[in-house]
């Protein structure tokens, strides 16, 4: 099993919808999250940590849930600028350092 | 605007070649990632690096895959020989020491990488 899952879409909604991409994690040591965005040919940059509380950023609003060990990502009012791929990136901690592993994406497209 | 930086951005060559790749990071930044991005395998850990010391490579091909620091500006990722599998864009990244907790991961564009 992989160690951060994500469904790859692609997600297709029209302007001004709302979508969530939701992502899993193996490791229940797991203990950073974050989601990256992606775009097409480009490299990933952070879009937003994920805390346990859940936070929120504009349109962007990003849920932890430990238990099911599951992180997710809403967007409301979705743009034309918001097509790119969403990463799940988790840190999993061994010995005294932590790596970032990344979920394969979803792709997100927005059309007008 | 700092931002990290890879060369060469585009690289072709045929199978059986050797093959460098560079990464100069964010200057201050003392952890340095290697990553493998394919279609099929998305982006995977090659190698990890603080304070120009090796922390985890075990991602990494070690027969043909060689990754390195040689001082604090340098980074550097060799495959030899190269074969048509490696094929994928390599990405460096640089953060500081807080990147595992912060996930302030600063990628650079990326070498795409053709094995003939």
């Known amino acids: 099993r992989k160690e951060v899952e994500q469904d790859p879409g692609p997600f297709n909604v029209p302007e001004g919808a709302t979508v969530a991409f939701n992502c899993t994690y193996s490791?229940?040591?797991?203990?950073?999250f974050f989601w990256y965005r992606q775009d097409c040919r480009k490299e990933p940059k952070l879009l937003m940590s994920?805390?346990?509380s859940g936070n929120e950023d504009g349109r962007f609003t990003a849920q932890l849930n430990r238990a099911s060990q599951y992180i997710s990502l809403l967007i409301r009012d979705s743009k034309l600028s918001d097509s790119a791929t969403y990463l799940c990136?988790?840190?999993?901690?061994?010995?005294?350092?932590?790596?970032?592993?990344f979920g394969k994406g979803t792709k997100l497209s927005v059309k007008p | 605007d700092a931002r990290v930086t890879q060369t060469p951005r585009h690289k072709v060559t045929e199978m059986g070649q050797e093959v460098t790749m560079r990464c100069q990071p964010i200057l201050g930044h003392n952890t340095v990632f290697w990553y493998r991005q394919t279609m099929m395998q998305g982006l995977e850990l090659l190698a990890y690096?603080?304070?120009?010391?090796?922390?985890?490579d075990s991602g990494m091909p070690k027969d043909r895959f060689s990754a390195e620091m040689p001082d604090a500006t340098l980074a550097t990722l060799k495959i030899q020989p190269s074969e048509p599998r490696d094929s994928a864009v390599y990405f460096c990244a640089s953060g500081p020491t807080t990147v595992p907790n912060t996930g302030e991961l600063f990628f650079g564009e990326g070498s795409r990488l053709t094995v003939l």
């Open positions: 490791n229940s040591a797991s203990q950073s």
């Open positions: 690096f603080r304070n120009r010391a090796p922390l985890d």
């Open positions: 994920v805390y346990s």
């Open positions: 990136v988790v840190t999993v901690y061994g010995g005294s350092q932590g790596n970032l592993i």
